[in-house]
């Protein structure tokens, strides 16, 4: 079965950085697009960043452009979210995700937390 499993999240500075990584397996990653959400206290899930199969096309939200950057690695089926330059309004459970025909799948979230 599909499983996305995050990890990396914690406590950052504003201005810090983080590195976020989602594991995945049981489907063909190298065949899919992947993407990354966030959900902030309060606030409905929004998505910030997806990347093609093959890692050719980045898209970013505008509130994270020049700061995240979106990465994969197909021979570890896994795909990263590098963020820089870190805000409080950062502050959010990040998701890892993939839509495979009709279904979304989900991973578990890490917390990432943009305190001083």
């Known amino acids: 079965q599909v499983q996305l499993v995050e990890s990396g999240g914690g406590l950052a500075q504003p201005g810090g950085s983080l590195r976020l990584s989602c594991a995945a397996s049981?489907?063909?990653?190298?065949?899919?697009?992947m993407s990354w959400y966030r959900q902030a206290p309060g606030k409905e899930r929004d998505l910030v960043a997806v990347?093609?199969?093959?890692?050719?096309?980045?898209t970013y939200v505008d509130s994270v452009k020049g700061r995240f950057t979106i990465s994969r690695d197909n021979a570890k089926n896994t795909v990263y979210l590098q963020m820089n330059n870190l805000k409080p309004e950062d502050t959010a459970v990040y998701y890892c995700?993939?839509?495979?025909?009709?279904?979304?799948?989900w991973g578990q979230g890490t917390q990432v937390t943009v305190s001083s």
């Open positions: 049981g489907f063909t990653f190298s065949s899919y697009a």
């Open positions: 990347i093609t199969s093959a890692g050719g096309t980045t």
């Open positions: 995700n993939v839509r495979i025909r009709f279904a979304y799948y």
